[in-house]
């Protein structure tokens, strides 16, 4: 079945604790963006990647790390989260470029502590 | 750069109503545009998505937007709503001059009564 996977889909952590989500597709897209969901600001884009090796910021990368050592897997990873990276993360793949479709994960629950 | 506004946050609408959702995006040239919905508990899925071409677009699940260059809006339009249509709907703008980004408004929330 294609699809994106993400894991953990919840998790809370303290201020100050490194934690990496996972983000992995089987459709062998070459674009994948990470997005963060808040009420009343819909997604904001983070990271994107057009490429393995290959990222750029988005809207709101402060905070953020990613990387993108090989096509499936895209982490994200927050060295140091702070209270206000508490939030709904989705991770989301397309074939080539963010104007194409693209295909969302189910999402990860954050809270810090 | 691009933006998108979606004037209206929460929406009723009853069982077998028509249903329109208001979208408008800010950017020079011609954009990408996209609705996409997300229902509670889910990842988004895209309704449908306008590049260039009929202004008219039809999506999945009945859903047709159209694309009004003069008003910079790309609205969302059903004739008759389902239970099922109560979810988050977002609009979205992309650029050609820049592949990867994409800007999600704020979204509509779609509550359905009998």
Not at chain 1, 85 to 105: E, M, N, P, V
Not at chain 2, 41 to 65: C, H, P, R, W
Request: one cysteine or more; charged letters at 15%.
């Amino acid at each position: 079945e294609a699809q994106v996977t993400q894991n953990p889909r919840y998790l809370i952590t303290v201020t100050g604790k490194k934690l990496t989500v996972t983000c992995s597709q089987n459709m062998n897209h070459e674009y994948m963006s990470w997005y963060r969901q808040d009420p009343g600001l819909g997604l904001r884009q983070i990271y994107y990647s057009m490429n393995v090796e290959v990222t750029d910021k988005g809207d709101v990368p402060e905070g953020y790390k990613v990387s993108r050592k090989e096509k499936r897997n895209f982490p994200l990873i927050l060295e140091s989260p702070s209270p206000n990276q508490t939030s709904l993360y989705f991770c989301a793949s397309s074939l080539y470029s963010g104007t194409d479709t693209q295909y969302f994960g189910p999402g990860t629950r954050l809270t810090v502590l | 750069a691009q933006s998108v506004t979606q004037p209206d946050i929460h929406i009723t609408v009853s069982e077998g109503a028509s249903l329109e959702l208001r979208c408008n995006y800010s950017y020079g040239a011609t954009p990408y545009l996209f609705w996409y919905v997300q229902s509670p508990g889910q990842g988004l899925q895209l309704l449908l998505k306008y590049f260039s071409g009929d202004t008219l677009v039809q999506g999945i699940k009945g859903f047709e937007a159209e694309f009004k260059r003069s008003q910079s809006s790309f609205n969302l339009r059903k004739p008759s709503v389902h239970w099922s249509d109560a979810a988050e709907y977002f609009c979205a703008v992309g650029a050609a001059d820049s592949w990867g980004k994409l800007q999600f408004g704020a979204g509509t929330q779609v509550v359905v009564t009998p």
